[in-house]
């Protein structure tokens, strides 16, 4: 089975500075990984994807997450966040050969002006 | 990208009665969906997964009798909450995947729904 922990539960940064969400995750078989993005009361966004390639992928909103497979994380950054980016945060997992993700808990953004 | 519908955005309803939330994928064929349940300040917890035309597959501890999922066409699936309690208030979430197997999974808007 797969699991995802993200390590901050909640991240407070500063308008225009940077933020980094940490993830890793744990799977005996090849995964693909996501970011996600949720608004209050709403679904999800899907942020960014890593499915093959180059480990470097860039996503929507000024978001990049970089995939570590001897770590076996998967950090989402972004150089200078906005206001708007507050938001909650989920990264997720599932296998190549799978239907279902699998979630982590969740990083609640909060920016500050 | 593709869009999920997911209606009502809120509901309200009264203990004992029986709410039915729709998910329908607008612009594609979606031979898989998926339940969430979401509490306030948590992740998203997997209720069941559907496929066109067969019966859900429900997660360990989730209440078949209780959720009743219907996936009759391939643009729609919908999740019957039966004889709610308040301890069924919560934020329900959808999401679908389409034909071909595709990697991506697309989310509906999520219904908060309240019982009183």
């Known amino acids: 089975a797969q699991s995802v922990t993200q390590l901050d539960s909640q991240v407070p940064v500063f308008e225009e500075a940077p933020v980094e969400l940490r993830c890793n995750y744990s799977s005996s078989v090849s995964v693909y990984l996501f970011w996600y993005v949720q608004y209050p009361n709403q679904g999800l966004q899907l942020l960014l994807k890593?499915?093959?390639?180059?480990?470097l992928v860039k996503g929507i909103n000024g978001f990049e997450a970089e995939f570590n497979k001897s770590q076996t994380s998967f950090h989402l950054r972004k150089p200078s966040v906005h206001i708007s980016d507050t938001a909650e945060y989920f990264c997720?997992?599932?296998?190549?050969?799978?239907?279902?993700?699998?979630f982590g808990g969740g990083t609640r953004v909060l920016v500050k002006p | 990208g593709a869009v999920v519908s997911q209606h009502p955005s809120r509901v309200i309803c009264k203990s004992g009665t029986s709410v039915k939330i729709e998910c329908r994928s607008l612009d594609f064929q979606a031979t898989t969906m998926f339940w969430y349940r979401q509490f306030p300040k948590q992740s998203l917890m997997l209720m069941a997964t559907s496929n066109e035309g067969s019966k859900a597959t429900y997660e360990q501890g989730v209440e078949k009798d209780k959720f009743l999922i219907n996936h009759a066409s391939l643009t729609l699936s919908t999740l019957t909450v039966t004889s709610a309690h308040p301890e069924d208030s919560s934020f329900y979430i959808c999401?679908?995947?389409?034909?071909?197997?595709?990697?991506?999974?697309?989310f509906g808007q999520g219904t908060r729904l309240t019982v009183v």
């Open positions: 997720a997992v599932r296998k190549v050969a799978g239907n279902k993700l699998t």
């Open positions: 999401s679908a995947r389409g034909t071909g197997g595709g990697t991506e999974a697309f």
């Open positions: 890593y499915l093959s390639g180059s480990t």
